[in-house]
């Protein structure tokens, strides 16, 4: 299926966990033209239907909901201990002797599966994992677009060998976290503009490039080398209807040359956002922590008390490497601008 048949304009709104991106952004995208994605990876099942019926309330246009394919973990009580000791030094520096045992690892993704089935919105989208063909048919029996994130071939023709309608091709550039499945994710290396001919290549499903796409120029390159749309996460951050933390939205505002860098040391999973304190104080430790989801809910609380705090340097700032581009704007303004700049090109 081409997605202009979904959604007339080649530009996906980038899911951002952790309440980042609001039922009224993703409305206003779709209204405008594009895909709105709702990140539903951190929300209860519960959540997710209030917010899709909010989204529903505000556009009928087609949206698409997101997951991170998950199993909820039976973590070794040695090795979360030995991850909360790390982050003791951390936790001392907000005035805190002990590191908050956290209440669950993770969001059931089983319950949220059959939520997302419920929902039947025109769209869903994967990464972390892969979707089984049964889960796959279901999804297609419920009228939902299936669309898997990859960062390299492998895992392109893996998610076309299950059923998948399309992939996202994630290049290093992306801002959050890496979608691997297949290998170490540090060997995911290539470029959005490296990667995305080896896609086009290798799958006869359509492709969406993601990762430093910042402008209508760059669509327009994506677009002219065999992407049928492209996936703008950092972009949308920023927007009015973004939800982000005030500080940290002015930290992306002015980022200027501020480095980003791929960690594993908030999540247990390789992702990237702007440099801070936390990323250099946990980096002699960040290839013992426990993989995803484990230390992402250790370092919940520390994230949490940060952002109250205004503390940037203990948050997460997940951004790609375009961050010094971007432009606060409403979101539909800038789905229109990004057409105009597409034109332009």
């Known amino acids: 299926m081409n997605l202009a048949s979904i959604f007339p304009h080649p530009i996906i709104q980038g899911p951002t966990a952790g309440g980042n991106n609001t039922p ?4 206003a995208v779709s209204h405008a033209g594009g895909l709105g994605s709702l990140a539903c990876s ?5 959540t997710i239907r209030t917010q899709t019926a909010q989204i529903r309330a505000l556009t009928d246009k087609p949206f698409c909901l997101n997951f991170f394919v998950l199993e909820t973990p039976k973590p070794d009580p040695d090795e979360v201990a030995r991850a909360m000791e790390w982050l003791k030094p951390i936790a001392a520096s907000l005035g805190w002797s002990e ?17 997302l089935i419920e929902m039947r919105p025109a769209v869903a989208s994967f990464t972390f994992g892969i979707l089984s063909t049964e889960q796959i048919r279901r999804l297609h029996d419920a009228g939902i677009f299936v669309i898997g994130t990859i960062t390299h071939a492998d895992e392109a023709l893996a998610w076309q060998s299950r059923g998948a309608d399309a992939v996202i091709a994630s290049g290093t550039e992306s801002g959050g976290h890496r979608g691997t499945f297949i290998g170490a994710q540090e060997d995911a290396k290539l470029t959005t503009f490296e990667l995305l001919p080896t896609i086009v290549e290798a799958v006869h499903i359509p492709v969406i490039a993601a990762g430093g796409i910042m402008d209508g120029a760059d669509i327009k390159r994506a677009l002219d080398g065999g992407a ?11 927007c009015d209807e973004s939800s982000i933390n005030p500080i940290y939205k002015q930290r992306l505002l002015t980022a200027g040359d501020h480095p980003t860098r791929l ?12 440099e801070n304190r936390f990323m250099r104080e946990m980096a002699p430790v960040e290839k013992q ?6 230390q992402n809910a250790l ?30 704007m409403p979101a539909a303004k800038l789905v229109e601008t990004l057409l105009a700049e597409i034109a332009a090109a």
């Open 24 to 27: 009224a952004q993703v409305a």
């Open 42 to 46: 951190l929300l209860s099942p519960d």
């Open 299 to 328: 370092t919940g609380a520390i994230r949490a008390e940060a952002g109250k705090r205004g503390e940037t340097e203990l948050m997460s700032l997940w951004c790609g490497t375009g961050v010094a581009r971007v432009r606060p």
């Open 289 to 294: 922590i426990p993989a995803y989801p484990i």
């Open 263 to 274: 960690t594993r040391t908030f999540s247990g999973r390789y992702a990237r956002g702007l």
């Open 228 to 238: 049928q749309a492209v996936q703008m996460g950092t972009a949308f951050l920023v």
């Open 99 to 115: 590191v908050p045992t956290p209440a669950k690892w993770c969001e059931d993704f089983a319950a949220q599966f059959e939520a």
